[in-house]
C-alpha cells in the first residue's frame, strides 16, 4: 500500500526535499495534495509531475494562472482554507507541516481532527499551541513523526526505551555563522552574512533564527511537548558539525544520540518510513573523514534568544506564541534592512514584557495574542510594513 502524503510548503526547502525523498521511492507514496505561497512555476511543475488530487496557492489571483497548466481533474484552491482542504482531504495518510511560521497552526489542527497522522517540520505550531495541539493528538489517536534532525534523533534514541528512564535531554546546535562572534562584532551583521549557515541550507527564516540561536529556542519548546518533559530536563550543547544531532541521557547516565550527516532528507525519511528504515544510497557518514567532535557552552550572554525561550515556555499560556509572533516580525524586519541584527532579540524581548500573559488559554486566546504580539512589534520598531 502506497503511504498517501499531502505536503504544505512543498515549494519550500523542506517541501522541495521531501519530494526528493518520494522520487527516490515512488513505490512507497503517492502526491495527494500540495500547497505553497507565491511559487506559481514552481507548484505547477510539481503539479505536472505528481498529479495531486489539489493544489493549493497563496493569493486567489494565482489561482487563474495556474489552472490552464495544470491537469483538468487537479483542483486548485488558495489561502489558508485552501491549505486546510489540502490538509484534511479523505485520501490523504500523512501531511507533511512545511510551512513556515504559525501558518501551518490551522492546517495542523484541521488535519489532526480529521485523523490524519503529521510529518511535523513546522516547529512553531507546537510553540504557539503545544498544549492544544498534544491534547488534540491524544483524543484523535493521531501520531506526530518529528521532522526536525534534533528531534528525529531524540525520538530515534526514545525507541523501545521506557519514558520514566529519562533523565534529560540533550539538544544539540552548530551556533550558526557567528558562533564566535562577540556582541559587539553582532551589531553590524547584515542579512547576507546571517543567510550562510555553515552546515545547513534552509530557508531564510530558519537560517536567520538559527544565527541568533531563537531556533534552538523554539526547539526546545517543541521538545518539551513533543517528549512531555519539563523544561529543567532539557539542555543545550553547541556542537559545530551537526553530526550528533541530538542525544537523550538515561537514569543510568547512558546516553543514547543519533549520528548522520548534516542532510535534512534523511529525518525526512524516517519520519514518513517510521517504524521501517529503507537503504536510499545516500552518502554516508565518514567519521574518519569528521575526524573530531567537539562540544561547547552556548554562549547565552552573547545569544540572549536563547534562555529567553526558556522563559516563554516555562511562563507558558501565551508567552510562547507572544515570543513567536514577534520573532517572526522582527526577523521580517531585519531581511528587509529595517533593523539590526541584535535588535531582532530586543524587540521579542520588550514585546513579551508587555504582554498580559493569559496562563491557560484556548485556541482564540492563542491566535490573539499572536496576532497582538505582530502588531506590538511593529509598532515598538516603529518601521511600517
Ligand atoms: N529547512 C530546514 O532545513 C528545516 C529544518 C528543520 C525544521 N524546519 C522547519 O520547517 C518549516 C519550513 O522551513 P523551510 O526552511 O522549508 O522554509 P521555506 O524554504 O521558507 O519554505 C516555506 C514554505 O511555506 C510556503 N508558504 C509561505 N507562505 C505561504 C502561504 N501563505 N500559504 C501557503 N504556503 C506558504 C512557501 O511557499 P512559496 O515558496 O511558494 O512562497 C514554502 O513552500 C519551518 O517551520 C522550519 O522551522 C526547516
Same mark, same amino acid.
Given at each position: ?63 487563474? #494562472?495556474? @489552472? ?66 498534544? /491534547? ?7 501520531? $506526530? ?7 528525529? /534523533? ?7 526505551? @521506557? ?17 564566535? @562572534? ?37 526547539? =526546545? ?15 543545550? =550543547? ?32 524516517? /519520519? ?19 575526524? @573530531? ?28 506564541? =507572544? ?19 541584535? #535588535? $531582532? ?5 520588550? =514585546?513579551?514584557? #508587555? ?31
Amino acid at each position: 500500500m502506497k503511504k498517501r502524503i499531502s505536503i504544505l510548503g512543498s515549494t519550500g526547502s523542506i517541501g522541495r526535499q521531501t519530494l526528493e525523498v518520494v522520487d527516490r521511492f515512488p513505490e512507497k507514496f503517492e502526491v495527494v495534495a500540495l500547497a505553497a505561497g507565491s511559487n506559481v512555476d514552481e507548484i505547477v511543475r510539481q503539479s505536472l509531475k505528481y498529479k495531486p488530487k489539489l493544489v493549493s496557492i497563496g493569493k486567489p489571483e494565482d489561482v487563474q #494562472k495556474i @489552472k490552464p497548466l495544470v491537469s483538468e481533474e487537479t483542483i486548485v484552491r488558495f489561502g489558508i482554507e485552501g491549505m486546510v482542504e489540502a490538509a484534511v482531504l479523505e485520501e490523504v495518510d500523512v501531511v507533511v507541516t512545511s510551512v513556515t511560521g504559525t501558518l501551518g497552526l490551522l492546517p495542523t489542527i484541521e488535519a489532526i481532527k480529521a485523523g490524519k497522522d503529521i510529518a511535523l517540520a513546522n516547529k512553531e505550531t507546537l510553540v504557539a499551541a503545544g498544549d492544544l495541539v498534544m /491534547a488534540l493528538v491524544k483524543e484523535k489517536g493521531v501520531k $506526530i513523526f518529528p521532522v526536525d534532525s534534533e528531534h528525529s /534523533a531524540i525520538f530515534q534514541s526514545l525507541n523501545g526505551e @521506557k519514558r520514566p528512564d529519562v533523565n534529560k535531554l540533550i539538544l544539540t546546535a552548530s551556533g550558526g555563522p557567528f558562533r564566535n @562572534k562577540s556582541s559587539k562584532e553582532l551589531i553590524n551583521i547584515r542579512p547576507e552574512d546571517a543567510l550562510r549557515h555553515p552546515n545547513w541550507s534552509m530557508g531564510r527564516k530558519i537560517t536567520i533564527d538559527s544565527a541568533t540561536l531563537m531556533n534552538k529556542g523554539l526547539e =526546545v519548546i517543541e521538545a518539551r511537548w513533543l517528549f512531555g518533559i519539563d523544561f529543567q530536563k532539557i539542555d543545550v =550543547v553547541i556542537h559545530p558539525q551537526s553530526i550528533i544531532h541530538s542525544m537523550v541521557e538515561f537514569v543510568d547516565g547512558s546516553v543514547i544520540g543519533q549520528m548522520g550527516l548534516p542532510d535534512m532528507k534523511l529525518p525526512i525519511q524516517y /519520519a514518513l518510513s517510521y517504524p521501517d528504515r529503507w537503504e536510499n544510497g545516500f552518502p554516508k557518514l565518514d567519521l574518519l573523514q569528521i575526524g @573530531k567532535l567537539t562540544f561547547e557552552r552556548p554562549r547565552t550572554e552573547v545569544f540572549p534568544a536563547l534562555p529567553l525561550a526558556f522563559e516563554a515556555g516555562r511562563l507558558g499560556g501565551t508567552m510562547p506564541a =507572544v515570543m513567536n509572533a514577534a520573532n517572526e516580525i522582527a526577523v521580517e524586519l531585519f531581511l528587509a534592512g529595517h533593523i539590526g541584527f541584535v #535588535k $531582532i532579540v530586543e524587540l521579542i524581548e520588550n =514585546v513579551m514584557g #508587555k504582554h498580559t500573559l493569559i496562563k491557560v488559554p484556548d485556541l482564540n486566546g492563542i491566535l490573539e495574542s499572536d496576532r497582538w504580539a505582530r502588531e506590538e512589534t511593529k509598532r515598538l520598531s516603529g518601521i511600517k510594513l
